[in-house]
């Protein structure tokens, strides 16, 4: 493995993995705190601070470990979740629900702003590979956690979002019951091949789509 081919792929895609996995906690925080809920606040995890977010095991160790293991076929991490009493909500499957879904939407809204930092490189002459490579990899990251979590299984975002909108009775039952093991299951899921093909490229499709759409006004000018 090229030593100085993966220090520069580190220092590419550091700053937008920490902006990516900072903001997507907070977000939660917020919006339950929003709701009624002050414990990430109390706890002092409603904060852009990326020290109280990072897990030494979830943010560093398993991300290098299966770099190193797969040849950078395959990356996973996780982040220290922002904890959330929904006892504090009114209406805790609602508001769970808009807590969960504050996660994704920060991600996409943080691939959107690379976008557009991208855009604004191109325009002021901006040649540097390292700065442009680093715009990317903010699209690629957000777009990635933005999909990802919303893969309606427990315990991602997506899982919440789903026994927010199922009806009361055995589908939330059930949910619940697969929930401990939901983490091994999406594992297992990845690792076939299944959320790759299936639901991350497709939506990942969805969200360049997006972008683009949301940014073409601005290209348009700027031509």
């Known amino acids: 493995m090229d030593i100085s081919n993966l220090i520069q ?115 002021l002459g901006v040649q540097e590979r390292f700065f442009l490579a680093m715009a990317q990899a903010g699209i690629l990251v957000n777009l990635v956690m933005w999909a990802f979590n919303l893969f309606p299984l427990p315990p991602l975002d997506g899982g919440r979002v789903l026994a927010g909108v199922l009806p009361s009775g055995q589908a939330q039952y059930w949910l619940a019951r697969i929930e401990p093991f939901g983490f091994f299951i999406v594992m297992g899921l990845v690792i076939a091949g299944i959320v790759g093909s299936y639901w991350l490229r497709p939506l990942m499709d969805i969200g360049y789509a997006a972008i683009n759409f949301l940014l073409s006004p601005l290209l348009a000018l700027l031509r």
């Open 9 to 123: 792929t580190v220092l590419i895609y550091a700053l937008p993995v920490v902006f990516a996995i900072t903001v997507h906690e907070a977000a939660h925080g917020y919006v339950a705190r929003h709701f009624g809920d002050n414990t990430a606040w109390m706890l002092g995890r409603l904060t852009l601070n990326p020290l109280k977010h990072i897990d030494p095991i979830g943010t560093i160790a398993m991300p290098i470990l299966l770099y190193f293991a797969t040849s950078g076929a395959f990356l996973f991490g996780y982040a220290k979740p922002v904890p959330v009493d929904t006892r504090r909500f009114k209406h805790p499957r609602r508001d769970m629900m808009w807590v969960a879904l504050a996660g994704p939407a920060s991600n996409f809204l943080q691939a959107l702003l690379w976008a557009l930092v991208l855009v604004l490189l191109s325009v």
